[in-house]
């Protein structure tokens, strides 16, 4: 079974700062996809990144990157200038299947920004 | 509507009672999920829907749970018989399932369910 850790219960960053959320994965399959998701206190999650395993470009969108390591089964989410509104949980997800499928995800790191 | 809702917000019930919960998703969208997120954890795989196949059932974690979708939109899980260890909340997401990459799944705001 896959199974998604993510070993940072809580983080804290000062605004416009840098911050790296960690997440390993455990897997036998050779295809599959990560995403990292953005919950906020109105509980709905929100798709911040997705990675595609066969890519070995890390993924980017604006202030988010990943460093994806496929052998050492590592996905995590780097934040550069951090801002205030980016204070939520973020999870880890995984999916092995293209044609839509459950996503697993991690316990979720509790991310605070300071100003 | 612009995105998946759900109903209702925040429910309370006691014990022994039965739930219903709804979810609409997005229009056109043919899969639709149901996790399940307790305090302070991640989020629970309990039913995904796909067309007209068979649900997959699999996270399911009782017979008192089950679900239906209705003509490919709306969705309803029911809890029967509720007990304490089912307060959580209860998220919903959608996607359009199509090509070779999984589509982005839409959640949601989730239903809070509290029993007393």
């Known amino acids: 079974a896959q199974t998604v850790t993510q070993s940072q219960p809580e983080m804290s960053v000062q605004e416009a700062e840098t911050v790296t959320l960690s997440c390993t994965y455990d897997?036998?399959?050779?295809?599959?996809?990560l995403f990292w998701y953005k919950q906020p206190p109105s509980r709905q999650m929100i798709l911040v990144i997705r990675q595609e395993a066969y890519k070995q470009q890390n993924a980017t969108e604006n202030r988010f990157s990943v460093n994806f390591q496929k052998a050492a089964k590592s996905f995590s989410l780097k934040i550069s200038d951090s801002q205030l509104g980016d204070a939520a949980m973020y999870f880890c997800?995984?999916?092995?299947?293209?044609?839509?499928?459950?996503?697993?995800f991690g316990e979720g790191t509790q991310l605070t920004v300071n100003p | 509507g612009a995105g998946v809702s759900q109903s209702p917000s925040n429910k309370v019930t006691e014990k022994g009672k039965d739930v219903e919960l709804r979810c609409d998703p997005i229009s056109g969208h043919t899969a639709l999920y149901w996790y399940r997120q307790s305090l302070g954890q991640g989020l629970e795989f309990l039913i995904y829907f796909q067309g007209n196949s068979a649900p997959d059932k699999s996270g399911l974690p009782s017979d008192r749970f089950s679900a239906e979708r209705t003509g490919g939109s709306v969705s309803t899980l029911t809890i029967q018989r509720t007990q304490q260890e089912d307060s959580a909340v209860y998220l919903c997401?959608?996607?359009?399932?199509?090509?070779?990459?999984?589509?982005?799944?839409?959640f949601g705001q989730g239903t809070r369910l509290t029993v007393v």
């Open positions: 897997t036998s399959e050779s295809d599959y996809y």
């Open positions: 997800a995984y999916t092995k299947e293209t044609s839509g499928s459950r996503l697993t």
């Open positions: 997401a959608s996607s359009l399932v199509q090509g070779a990459f999984p589509a982005e799944a839409f």
